[in-house]
T-cell receptor
């Protein structure tokens, strides 16, 4: 069965410093991996996704993630945090095209001025 | 606005009452999903439809829960005899094609509070 572990429930960074949100997955197949962001009282928005091909994927708002099969990881990074990045971030996995997404518990990102 | 819409956005009810949530997906999307999100947790899968067919139901979906998508367009999620443990945000999402190549588009959710 597929699963996702987000290693940090809360990450706090200063504005302008790098962001690292960690995600490990478990999957019996070649997984598809996703990062979503949720701002307060808003719906989940896709940041980026990995399905096949290039293992470094770029998303919106300067975020990127690297699929590392050997480490079963899909960590989310951004070179320089902005105040508007403060939100809840969710990593998700799908085993195949016919299995619904399984989400991690989320990482709350705080950005300090 | 052509995104996923959910109604009502917030519902407060007393234990034992029935509640119904509605989801209108993006019009060309043939897949519709229901998730539940409680405080401090990620979304948990409940069920999904492809067109009008309900393809999978989670064990979280007890017999008090029922979902329909009668004409392959909007969907309803009904909870009968609500319990305090049902208090959560109920999220709807839609997609056009298989998840592996496409993203899920989420609505803003329907928050249920059971007193």
């Amino acid at each position: 069965a597929q699963s996702v572990t987000q290693l940090d429930s809360h990450v706090s960074v200063s504005e302008g410093t790098p962001v690292l949100l960690r995600c490990n997955y478990s999957s019996s197949y070649s997984p598809s991996l996703f990062w979503y962001v949720q701002h307060p009282n808003k719906g989940l928005q896709l940041l980026l996704k990995y399905t096949t091909g290039a293992t470094l994927v770029k998303g919106i708002n300067g975020f990127e993630a690297e699929f590392k099969k050997s480490e079963t990881s899909f960590h989310l990074t951004k070179p320089s945090a902005h105040m508007s990045d403060a939100a809840e971030y969710f990593c998700a996995v799908s085993d195949s095209g016919n299995t619904p997404l399984v989400f991690g518990k989320g990482t709350r990102l705080s950005v300090i001025a | 606005d052509t995104g996923v819409s959910q109604d009502p956005r917030h519902k407060i009810t007393k234990r034992g009452q029935n509640v119904t949530f509605r989801c209108d997906p993006i019009s060309e999307h043939n897949r519709l999903y229901w998730y539940r999100q409680t405080l401090g947790q990620g979304p948990e899968f409940l069920t999904y439809f492809q067109n009008e067919a309900q393809l999978e139901k989670s064990r979280l979906l007890s017999d008090r829960f029922s979902a329909e998508r009668p004409k392959g367009s909007f969907s309803t999620l009904e909870i009968q005899r609500t319990e305090q443990g049902d208090s959560a945000m109920y999220l709807c999402a839609s997609s056009f094609q298989q998840v592996k190549t496409g993203e899920l588009f989420f609505g803003e959710g329907s928050r249920l509070t059971v007193l």
